[in-house]
């Protein structure tokens, strides 16, 4: 372990230990040490004490399973009681904008549900009342697929820093990932962690970022209308293939992406994934409502199955889906990693589940209040919010700020 490293920010290098309650305590007490850089409203140390008091009261109920030593949290527990998953097939198999779902039984905008209007059609509607247009309001059955597990509850998280944004705006992103990696939150705190870049920058306590090459010539190629920065599917399938070939992603039941900009707890993450279950060909989960492709980027949770098969098809799918170009013939613009990677595991046959729960996520339209739903610069207030990620917020004040709220609640 290099000089100055905590040894609970990165588990990886406490197998010889890695007790069962310890680490996720280590976990809180890292959290409550965070707040010492939020400025001089800083808790006293009652508060702090109840600060941890309280974490550690909500997160007991996962940590016995979520910090179990390696090998026991790779086993799958007992499936009795879940032998079939409801999931949502691939975009393209379900029924789109006036067409009827009664056939498909699923929707391709993320949210809605298929009601039978009467004995040859259906709707995808948000809500039904029975009567008129709406006719029986009949739930149609959506498809299910068998469960062959319900998986542990270790997290291996990475986050990416791109030093080239190809953006003349200010990027604070390592900034936020040495404070983070400072204070042991967010990625810092799951089980494993890995920071990836297109140059090899400090993290903090000897720790460096990983680099990855521009080995297609595809990381400048496209910009963004909209932030002029450059497109990341590129740059994301060299990260991609180096978490492959690192390994240590396969030790663990989920891989999560998370922005360097979303604040995130795994241990809220770990309490919504308690109860999910995985068929054989994994899961991922679409965490934003009311659009056509509703897995948003900064909160990705891949299934270990579904984030192996992405892996090994990544050059196929680089080959075959449009992602210079864009969807809908290029109306929105060349695709970003998470529609790329949510069109090639849907292309591969990973399941997809529907978690509007996960994220409070200011680039989402469904998370915007009213009156702010076409704000696309919106950010979220963080006092009372429970999603074990809130984005974004991008400069180090304004995030442990909310992190603070978010806790402190």
């Not at 068998?146 to 509850?153: A, D, I, M, S, T």
């Not at 098809?313 to 809908?328: A, Q, R, S």
């Amino acid at each position: 372990m290099p000089a100055g490293a905590s040894p609970y920010a990165h588990a990886a290098e406490s197998d010889a230990e890695d007790p069962t309650l310890q680490t996720m305590i280590h976990g809180v007490e890292h959290q409550a040490r965070s707040w010492k850089g939020v400025g001089k409203s800083v808790l006293s140390t009652a508060a702090l004490l109840l600060v941890v008091v309280s974490i550690a009261a909500a997160t007991t109920a996962v940590t016995l399973q979520a910090a179990l030593p390696r090998g026991d949290a790779q086993a799958a527990r007992k499936t009795e009681g879940f032998e079939e998953m409801v999931v949502k097939p691939a975009y393209e198999d379900c029924a789109k904008k006036a067409e009827s779902c009664l056939l498909p039984k699923c929707c391709a905008v993320s949210g809605l549900t298929c009601y039978k209007t009467n004995a040859t059609y259906g709707r995808c509607m948000k809500a039904c009342t029975p009567g008129g247009t709406n006719g029986t309001c009949e739930d149609v059955a959506p498809p299910t697929k068998p469960v062959v597990e319900e998986p542990g509850l270790s997290l291996f998280c990475f986050s990416v820093y791109t030093k080239n944004t190809g953006s003349s705006k200010v990027s604070h992103e390592l900034e936020l990932l040495q404070m983070q990696k400072e204070r042991g939150v967010s990625i810092f705190s799951c089980a494993d962690w890995a920071v990836y870049s297109d140059v090899v920058a400090p993290l903090g306590g000897g720790y460096n970022t990983i680099q990855v090459h521009d080995v297609k010539g595809d990381f400048h190629i496209l910009k963004r209308k909209s932030t002029g920065s450059w497109v990341n599917t590129g740059s994301f399938t060299q990260v991609w293939l180096a978490i492959k070939a690192d390994g240590r992603w396969e030790k663990h039941n989920w891989v999560i992406k998370v922005d360097a900009d979303a604040v995130f707890f795994p241990t809220k993450l770990i309490n919504a994934l308690t109860h999910a279950t995985v068929p054989k060909e994994g899961v991922y989960m679409e965490n934003c409502k009311g659009v056509d492709w509703g897995y948003f980027g900064n909160l990705e949770v891949f299934s270990k199955q579904a984030f192996g098969t992405l892996t090994a098809n990544l050059e196929h799918c680089y080959e075959t889906i449009p992602w210079k170009i864009g969807v809908h013939h290029g109306k929105y613009g060349p695709m970003g990693e998470d529609l790329f990677a949510q069109m090639c595991m849907d292309k591969m046959g990973v399941a997809k589940l529907e978690n509007f729960f996960l994220t409070t996520d200011g680039a989402c339209e469904a998370d915007r209040p009213e009156g702010e739903e076409k704000n696309k610069k919106f950010t979220p207030k963080c006092t009372g919010v429970t999603t074990p990620s809130i984005h974004p917020f991008k400069e180090p004040d304004m995030y442990f700020k909310c992190m603070y709220e978010a806790v402190n609640w």
